[in-house]
């Protein structure tokens, strides 16, 4: 009897262990899924303007705070996963619109960080621009985290900036659309896996505990996913009272 009751929970735990893997590594990989779609339109079409790059600055900075903020409280080993994933996705689409934009360009007329112009930043010509304000935010932010590593307050204010900045993903692209008032060339896939993946993670950080900054970034994140949502119904709508 005992010995069916020991079989039936050793099932049980392998049966959970199975699925928190998978919840794991759907979290550590789910992220950049998204940016598939969003990816594939923008090589098929040539064309960028209907993503808007600052949500890879958003996301950029969400993550390499989020670095740091792991190292100063060190919680789940998959959501530091999860960072390293998405700066590499976030890396491969400014590599992509760079290279489109710079096929597509007909003025000689470049922009580079080191021009100190605010008024083109984050609209350098090189992708190499991206990459050294990168490695310059990380270096940043290593010497302000080594010197104050020791302060529970800065780690907390840390791990809120970060998830902060991750609640305003997007912000951008919502802002664009307005702008554009059109949701052309934006991938509507994209904002629906945006809605799973930040409806399924808001989940995970409930059911798993994090600490309540994750949890309350994800509630802001599904809000503007539905916002760009209604912009997508909202403008085809329009559109089709312009062409009828």
């Known amino acids: ?50 993503f808007s790059t600052r949500v890879c600055l958003v996301l950029l900075i969400a993550n390499i705070l989020r670095i740091f903020f792991w190292i100063g409280k060190q919680f789940e080993l ?14 491969a689409m400014l590599y992509l619109c760079c290279s489109i934009q710079g096929t597509n360009r007909v003025t000689t007329k470049q922009h580079h960080i080191s021009d100190l112009d605010l ?17 310059g935010f990380t270096l940043l932010c290593a010497l302000i985290t080594f010197l104050f590593l020791d302060s529970v307050l800065f780690v907390e204010t840390l791990g809120s900036l970060a998830v902060l900045f991750e609640a305003m993903l997007g912000l951008p692209q919502l802002l664009q659309n307005f702008q554009n008032r059109s ?21 995970y ?6 600490p309540a900054q994750f949890w309350v970034c994800g509630s802001v994140q599904i809000l503007i996913d539905v916002a760009i949502l209604l912009q997508v119904f909202y403008y085809s709508q329009d559109t089709r009272i312009k062409l009828g």
């Open 78 to 91: 998959t959501l530091l996963l999860q960072s390293l994933v998405m700066i590499l996705t976030m890396l």
């Open 1 to 50: 009897m005992d010995g069916g009751m020991d079989i039936h929970k050793e099932d049980a735990e392998a049966s959970w262990g199975l699925l928190s893997w998978l919840a794991s590594s759907v979290m550590v990989f789910g992220g950049a899924v998204p940016y598939v779609p969003q990816y594939q339109e923008i090589q098929q079409s040539g064309n960028t303007e209907g």
């Open 183 to 203: 949701t052309r060339g934006m991938s509507v896939k994209m904002v629906l896996l945006w809605t799973a993946g930040d409806i399924f993670k808001t989940t």
């Open 205 to 210: 950080f409930v059911v798993n505990e994090s």
């Open 119 to 135: 008024r083109y930043f984050w609209s350098w010509t090189s992708f190499e621009d991206y990459l050294i304000f990168c490695f």
